[in-house]
């Protein structure tokens, strides 16, 4: 597939990789697919200590590693995101649980 921008080729592919904005009672992430087939594995080298991994996605910490994903694409995540998730107690714990990103934080 033929893109006239690189910012059209960042939109096709956010709307298959952004899953949905997640968050709990005290904070979000932007969770993306990572999978190589239909996901944007780029999204890993986001995701800073602030940030959990998953098999096949990766939660982006919406303070600073979501906006710096987003921004390097050029995503417009209005036209891209898929829904929010509110997490309970149990899924907070869950997701809080996963390994951290490894990526340098840069600001």
């Not at 005290?26 to 780029?42: A, E, F, K, Q, R």
């Not at 986001?46 to 987003?70: I, K, M, N, R, W």
């Not at 907070?92 to 990103?101: F, V």
């Amino acid at each position: 597939m033929e893109f006239e921008t690189a910012s059209a080729k960042a939109q096709w592919m956010a709307k298959r990789a952004l899953v949905a904005w997640v968050e709990d009672a005290s904070h979000g992430w932007l969770c993306v697919n990572t999978s190589p087939i239909d996901g944007m594995p780029s999204a890993l080298e986001f995701a800073t200590h602030f940030s959990f991994v998953g098999e096949d996605q990766v939660f982006l910490e919406e303070d600073c590693d979501a906006p710096a994903f987003l921004k390097y694409h050029e995503i417009d995540l209005g036209a891209s995101l898929l829904g929010t998730i509110s997490l309970d107690e149990a899924g907070s714990e869950a997701l809080r649980s996963m390994p951290r990103g490894e990526a340098e934080l840069t600001l």
